[in-house]
């Protein structure tokens, strides 16, 4: 494709008038003016067609295969000329799917050699899924600069959005690092949880309770139960993926994503710990399951089925998530459900669906704090419309507390964290179960 550029326009915007007062002023010689178009004309279709070829170039992008979500990342588009190569050179990616560029699609290259050149395109990955790269759009002026010279290349390349795993990789390490000092392989942590391990003598230090009375009277000395962490324990990570965990976004990212990434790092320790994780994914009906597995390298396997939660514009239906939750386990087990809420009147189904489930298992509720309702009652007012946005924000807070209190009342176990830290107190709540025995 070949148009003109912005010094041709103005040129031919410029020609005009003088043509025109030419005309005016010595009619004679009108066809000076004329003559003067017809130059301007004739030299950009010269530029169009002299200088560098974008029919003798050749491009491709170089980018990850998948990112996270959240996570920027760069496409590199790399451009090879078989010949004469343009002094300038402007290229512009077309990408579709999930993704944002907060710098724009395009981007002026930078030439590594005489004929090649690279231009880097900052993307950001706002959602789950697939994101295609579909065209590659070259541009470059003609020695005048009168002209551009656009071609486009079509591309079949796809970027694989996936769970967010940063916290996995940046913190797990440091969430188990009492295996680090035992090695890779798996040690009983003796002193920890409330499964008998062993007698021994009573040492300073010790907890007092330990002490077996019965048996330090028959031996005329102290002696101490030692315990050890519980392992093969259950842990289900229920995630809600309904409306209300979509949209809005928190930080830029749906609650929901937060809530996978937390999930994440909470099965990537407890597999490391020992115990078997499963998970499950709902809406309006169930939408993702696996059964509890075991083992590190099981941790790829949680990985895949958390890539397939979709998002969902449905209403969560808490009763019949929770029925076939209980009904697909056979032990007891600490579920997690990651979820959300307005209002009381929305949260009565799940606190009754809740109540069936503590009869036999552990429960413990992850929400997301509401930094906006927040901000919204902590902003002084400077319009009577923000009293009005205070009091309403005040309003749905209290309904809020309601129901995390009643929850607490109930015996279950909640957190409510900001998002960014979500995953670590999660990982902090599920450990300090594990080091009472309440599990």
């Known amino acids: 494709m070949i148009y003109p550029t912005r010094l041709a326009i103005l040129l031919a915007a410029a020609v005009a008038p003088v043509a025109l007062l030419i005309g005016v002023m010595v009619p004679a010689f009108w066809t000076a003016g004329l003559a003067l178009l017809v130059l301007l004309v004739a030299l950009s279709v010269v530029d169009a067609f002299a200088g560098a070829s974008l029919r003798r170039a050749s491009a491709g992008i170089d980018g990850p295969k998948s990112v996270g979500v959240g996570e920027t990342f760069a496409l590199v588009a790399e451009v090879r000329f078989d010949g004469a190569a343009p002094r300038a050179l402007e290229v512009a990616i077309g990408v579709s799917g999930p993704v944002a560029a907060p710098l724009g699609y395009r981007a002026r290259a930078e030439w590594r050699q005489p004929a090649i050149a690279a231009a880097a395109v900052a993307l950001k990955a706002e959602r789950r899924g697939t994101a295609g790269i579909e065209a590659l759009w070259l541009r470059c002026k003609g020695p005048l600069g009168l002209a551009w010279k656009q071609r486009q290349i079509r591309l079949d390349q796809a970027v694989l959005i996936t769970p967010d795993i940063r916290p996995v990789r940046e913190k797990g ?106 998970l499950f994914a709902f809406d309006s009906r169930p939408r993702a399951s696996s059964r509890p597995i075991s083992g590190p390298r099981a941790f790829p396997m949680l990985q895949r089925v958390a890539a397939g939660i979709d998002y969902s514009a449905h209403e969560t239906n808490y009763t019949l998530a929770m029925a076939t939750l209980a009904e697909s386990l056979s032990r007891r087990s600490l579920i997690i459900f990651f979820t959300e809420f307005a209002d009381t009147i929305s949260a009565e189904l799940m606190l009754g669906a809740t109540g069936a489930l503590l009869k036999r298992h552990l429960v413990l509720f992850v929400v997301l704090r509401d930094e906006e309702l927040e901000a919204l009652t902590a902003a002084e007012p400077a319009e009577p419309e923000d009293v009005s946005r205070a009091v309403m924000a005040a309003s749905l807070l209290r309904e809020r507390r309601l129901v995390l209190t009643r929850l607490r009342h109930m015996g279950v176990h909640v957190i409510e964290a900001a998002a960014d830290q979500a995953g670590p107190a999660l990982v902090n709540a599920y450990l300090e179960l594990k080091r009472r025995g309440t599990l």
């Open 173 to 278: 390490a440091q969430m188990v690092n009492r295996d680090a000092m035992h090695g890779q392989i798996a040690q009983l942590q003796i002193g920890e949880g409330a499964e008998f391990e062993a007698l021994a003598d009573y040492r300073p230090g010790m907890d007092r309770r330990s002490i077996d009375w019965k048996t330090s009277a028959r031996h005329t000395m102290l002696i101490a139960k030692e315990f050890r962490t519980e392992r093969n324990n259950h842990v289900v990570m229920a995630v809600d993926c309904g409306r209300a965990m979509c949209e809005p976004l928190v930080d830029g990212l749906p609650r929901v994503d937060r809530a996978v990434s937390a999930a994440l790092l909470t099965a990537f320790v407890a597999l490391r710990d020992g115990d078997r994780v499963g």
